[in-house]
């Protein structure tokens, strides 16, 4: 059964900890993603990785950090140094990572930090 | 990539035929517009794609005039399970999908 998956679906952290979201995908696709959402706000991009050993820098990358070591697994540590981590976060995949790609996405995990 | 411009949010009724439309100004030439949907606590997923002029398929329709500067999504007779956020998104094969950004979308709230 082909998909997205994360873990773990909620997540509790103390202050000043780092902590690691994993994100799996078998689809075998190339492009991968992390998106970050606030309540009531739209996904703001995080990073994203088109091939294995590269990624990029989205709009909010500051205090996460990601690797992409193999082509199905994309985990996002989100580091002490983001000042306001709480938020819900989506990793997608998609095919190639070109523009017209269509994105699939997991289920989310949920961060609050103490 | 040009900026796209939706409602904030839009109130129906169930069995009514909804429209959103999504504004993209500076859309470029190779440009396509893509639709997704998000219900609560769940990542968004495909709806529908287009170029130009229309496109349909089991669940929306998505009307593009000539100019493409704006396109509109058409969900036919609502009912509450389709109640969810609504996400324009404008990109094109040359550029990467990282490119494209969500926004905040149109909230569309279905009432019985």
């Known amino acids: 059964d082909g998909g997205i998956t994360q873990s773990p679906k909620y997540l509790f952290r103390k202050e000043g900890q780092n902590v690691t979201l994993s994100c799996e995908q078998n689809?075998?696709?190339?492009?991968m993603y992390w998106y970050r959402q606030d309540p009531g706000q739209g996904l703001r991009l995080i990073y994203y990785?088109?091939?294995?050993?590269?990624?990029q820098k989205g709009d909010i990358a500051e205090g996460y950090s990601v690797s992409r070591e193999k082509k199905e697994s994309f985990p996002l540590t989100v580091t002490s140094a983001q000042k306001n981590p709480t938020a819900f976060y989506l990793c997608?995949?998609?095919?190639?990572?070109?523009?017209?790609?269509?994105?699939?996405f997991g289920p989310g995990t949920r961060l609050t930090v103490l | 990539l040009a900026k796209t411009t939706q409602p904030i949010s839009m109130d129906s009724y169930e069995g009514q035929e909804v429209n959103i439309t999504c504004s993209h100004n500076?859309?470029?030439?190779?440009?396509?517009i893509t639709w997704y949907q998000q219900f609560p606590s769940q990542g968004p997923r495909f709806i529908i794609q287009?170029?130009?002029t229309k496109v349909t398929n089991e669940v929306a329709s998505l009307f593009i005039p000539a100019d493409r500067k704006s396109s509109t999504l058409s969900l036919p007779r609502v009912s509450l399970s389709d109640t969810a956020v609504y996400y324009c998104?404008?990109?094109?094969?040359?550029?990467?999908?990282?490119?494209?950004?969500f926004g905040d979308g149109t909230t569309l709230t279905v009432k019985p």
């Open positions: 998104l404008v990109g094109n094969y040359n550029t990467n999908a990282g490119k494209s950004t």
């Open positions: 990785s088109q091939i294995v050993n590269d990624f």
């Open positions: 500076n859309i470029a030439t190779n440009d396509y």
């Open positions: 689809l075998n696709h190339d492009a």
């Open positions: 287009g170029y130009k």
């Open positions: 997608a995949s998609s095919p190639t990572g070109g523009g017209t790609d269509t994105q699939y």
